[in-house]
């Protein structure tokens, strides 16, 4: 019966996520990302009961029929969806949250050549855009937005929205008084690369010396000056 539940769950995602599904025997029938979590529920299974060999050939058989490749080791939570599918790769120490959706070209993948874990950790209501990267033993926080493209190599918060390449987060979310607590600031963040900038140029000036720096901007500005100085000497 728990296992009814959960692919009742698996069925809601799709519902509430596509607005193009018209009922539930289209998405039993015709849907890669409903077939591809199906597979790996039994692949995973065997994987815990530690068979060896047949959870890695039904996990090649999964990518084979749906272009969806997930290790049969991926830890993935209730009512799961992955829109389209085709290209999406999950590695094998993923953790996956309830209720997260993955759109196509989606890759969760590692870092590590170490049998440790390596793979990112996705928490709850996660909504990972086409072709998003997220790379590394990372964690990302419940209703956590990641735009198409975007390329995460860092954890990132709760409620937040990350976009670019590298992923950086653009928008952080107070979810129980649905208003915005960070917003980008372009000009801002300028500012506070120039002000970096300058105080490593007046370290370096510092290294020099004032006696230097001031001899040197004096050759600067009136090259005949230093010249004399030397003829003087």
Same mark, same amino acid.
């Given at each position: 019966?728990?296992?009814?539940?959960?692919?009742?769950?698996?069925?809601?995602?799709?519902?509430?996520?596509? +607005?193009?599904?018209? /009922?539930?025997?289209?998405?039993?029938?015709?849907?890669?990302?409903?077939?591809?979590?199906?597979?790996?529920?039994?692949?995973?299974?065997?994987?815990?009961?530690?068979? +060896?060999?047949?959870?890695?050939?039904? =996990?090649?058989?999964?990518?084979?029929?749906?272009?969806?490749?997930?290790?049969?080791?991926?830890?993935? !939570?209730? &009512?799961?969806?992955?829109?389209?599918?085709?290209?999406?790769?999950? &590695?094998?120490?993923?953790?996956? &949250?309830? /209720?997260?959706?993955?759109?196509? &070209?989606?890759?969760?993948?590692?870092? =590590?050549?170490?049998?440790?874990?390596?793979? *990112?950790?996705?928490?709850?209501?996660?909504?990972?855009?086409?072709?998003?990267?997220?790379? !590394?033993?990372? %964690?990302?926080?419940?209703?956590?937005?990641? !735009? %198409?493209?975007?390329?995460?190599?860092? =954890?990132?918060?709760? /409620?937040?929205?990350?976009?670019?390449?590298?992923?950086?987060?653009?928008?952080?979310?107070?979810?129980?008084?649905?208003?915005?607590?960070?917003? *980008?600031?372009?000009?801002?963040?300028?500012?506070? /690369?120039?002000?970096?900038?300058?105080?490593?140029?007046?370290?370096?000036?510092? =290294?020099?010396?004032?006696?230097?720096?001031?001899?040197?901007?004096?050759?600067?500005?009136? *090259?005949?000056?230093?010249?004399?100085?030397?003829?003087?000497?």
């Amino acid at each position: 019966m728990r296992l009814i539940k959960s692919i009742k769950k698996d069925i809601q995602a799709v519902f509430e996520h596509d +607005p193009a599904v018209r /009922n539930a025997w289209e998405i039993i029938l015709a849907y890669p990302g409903f077939h591809a979590r199906q597979f790996h529920r039994i692949a995973h299974t065997l994987w815990n009961w530690h068979i +060896p060999v047949l959870p890695r050939l039904l =996990s090649h058989l999964n990518r084979f029929l749906t272009g969806i490749e997930i290790h049969p080791g991926a830890k993935i !939570g209730e &009512g799961f969806f992955i829109d389209h599918g085709m290209a999406v790769v999950i &590695g094998e120490t993923t953790e996956i &949250g309830n /209720n997260v959706v993955l759109y196509q &070209g989606v890759t969760l993948g590692g870092t =590590s050549l170490r049998r440790e874990k390596r793979h *990112p950790t996705l928490g709850n209501n996660v909504v990972v855009g086409a072709g998003a990267r997220l790379i !590394g033993a990372i %964690t990302i926080g419940d209703n956590v937005k990641i !735009g %198409t493209g975007s390329v995460v190599i860092k =954890s990132v918060p709760h /409620n937040a929205t990350v976009v670019g390449v590298p992923g950086r987060v653009v928008e952080v979310r107070d979810p129980d008084m649905d208003t915005v607590e960070k917003l *980008p600031d372009p000009v801002g963040e300028k500012l506070q /690369n120039l002000e970096k900038r300058v105080a490593g140029l007046e370290k370096r000036l510092a =290294s020099l010396g004032v006696d230097q720096s001031v001899e040197k901007f004096k050759a600067a500005v009136d *090259p005949s000056s230093s010249e004399e100085t030397g003829e003087g000497t």
